[in-house]
């Protein structure tokens, strides 16, 4: 795999963690008690660093990201109610986001 192509693999990857039911299927299926796919987690860190956040289009990911590596939050993804909840809160959270900005004072 060239360089590019792992980056833009690792890339969209990252940003899948955005998803709290991405999350939720990941954890269902087991692959957050699988030591390697955590080590994994950590390695990807380096996202939040200036060099490489600026690709990011979906920052919950970077979020999602650093509170994978607690093993209370894995188990916690599991809960139905906690997607919802993510869920619910993510769109409020873009909802206010994209409010603020139409709403804002044009410069001239």
Not at 71 to 95: C, G, H, L, M, T
């Amino acid at each position: 795999m060239s360089d590019k192509a792992r980056f833009l693999a690792e890339l969209e990857f990252v940003q899948c963690l955005a998803n709290p039911q991405y999350l939720q299927s990941l954890a269902l299926r087991g692959f957050f008690e699988d030591q390697s796919f955590v080590a994994y987690l950590d390695y990807l860190q380096y996202w939040n660093q200036p060099e490489y956040c600026r690709f990011i289009m979906y920052p919950h990911c970077l979020y999602f990201l650093q509170q994978l590596q607690q093993p209370e939050f894995r188990d916690r993804i599991k809960d139905p109610r906690w997607v919802e909840y993510a869920s619910e809160q993510q769109y409020r959270q873009w909802q206010f986001r994209r409010d603020t900005k139409s709403s804002a004072p044009k410069q001239e």
